[in-house]
Nanobody, 120 residues
Framework: QVQLVESGGGLVQTGGSLRLSCAAS????????MGWFRQAPGKEREFVAS????????VYGDSVKGRFTISRDSAKNTVYLQMNSLKPEDTAIYYC?????????????RGQGTQVTVSS
């Protein structure tokens, strides 16, 4: 089993940027697709982005396309989420998760999450 620790969240103004990190330990990181979800108070969980085990394929949720970029560094067992042009509606707790493929993520594998707050 892979253990995940998210970091990099914080408070940022509208239009700003943040880079989230998700450090993995345990079973072989490079065997898994990885992804990010987010959940805001009173709202349903939302898929944000995912990346294949090789890094060659990425998928994005419609609300973040063109603003967010997911990447991974297998040497560091870390997946990143670069978030640009942030909006107040991006405010949420962000979780990373492992998966079999970019469209089959296991939310139950998530870490503790990292809070992102975008002020207007």
């Amino acid at each position: 089993q892979v253990q995940l620790v998210e970091s990099g969240g914080g408070l940022v103004q509208t239009g700003g940027s943040l880079r989230l990190s998700c450090a993995a330990s345990g079973r072989t990181f490079s065997n898994y697709a990885m992804g990010w979800f987010r959940q805001a108070p009173g709202k349903e969980r939302e898929f944000v982005a995912s990346i294949s085990w090789s890094g060659g394929a990425t998928v994005y949720g419609d609300s973040v396309k063109g603003r967010f970029t997911i990447s991974r560094d297998s040497a560091k067992n870390t997946v990143y989420l670069q978030m640009n042009s942030l909006k107040p509606e991006d405010t949420a707790i962000y979780y990373c998760a492992t998966g079999i493929t970019t469209t089959q993520l296991n939310f139950n594998s998530r870490g503790q999450g990292t809070q992102v707050t975008v002020s207007s």
